[in-house]
């Protein structure tokens, strides 16, 4: 099982990112997918989730309007569209799979000018 996350790095603020998470060793398509980020010294916290088809997605309230969660099946992946960002969004981005239990490694997102 792997889930390889990318598409972190530097971003001046105001700006967008696109993450994009690699699925591989199971069922990707029957499993609900989840961004989470940790910022320096804070705890792991959800940021948005999208069910196994697609059709439903919830995002934190910090990230509504700014953040938009996609995936496709075809391709195994699950994405992270952010606009807006802020130096609040500044952490390590990480995919989960949901009912599976599984994490990326993780990638950096920094937010500075």
């Known amino acids: 099982v792997q889930l390889v996350e990318s598409g972190g790095g530097l971003v001046q603020p105001g700006g967008s990112l696109r993450l994009s998470c690699a699925a591989s060793?199971?069922?990707?398509?029957?499993?609900?997918m989840s961004w989470f980020r940790q910022p320096p010294g804070k705890d792991r916290k959800l940021v948005a989730l999208?069910?196994?088809?697609?059709?439903?997605?919830n995002y934190a309230d910090s990230v509504k309007g700014r953040f938009t969660i996609s995936r496709d099946n075809a391709k195994n992946t699950v994405y992270l569209q952010m606009n807006s960002l802020k130096p609040e969004d500044t952490a390590v981005y990480y995919c989960?799979?949901?009912?599976?239990?599984?994490w990326g490694q993780g990638t950096q997102v920094t937010v500075s000018s």
């Open positions: 989960y799979a949901q009912q599976r239990g599984y």
């Open positions: 060793g199971f069922t990707f398509s029957s499993v609900g």
């Open positions: 999208i069910s196994s088809t697609g059709g439903s997605t």
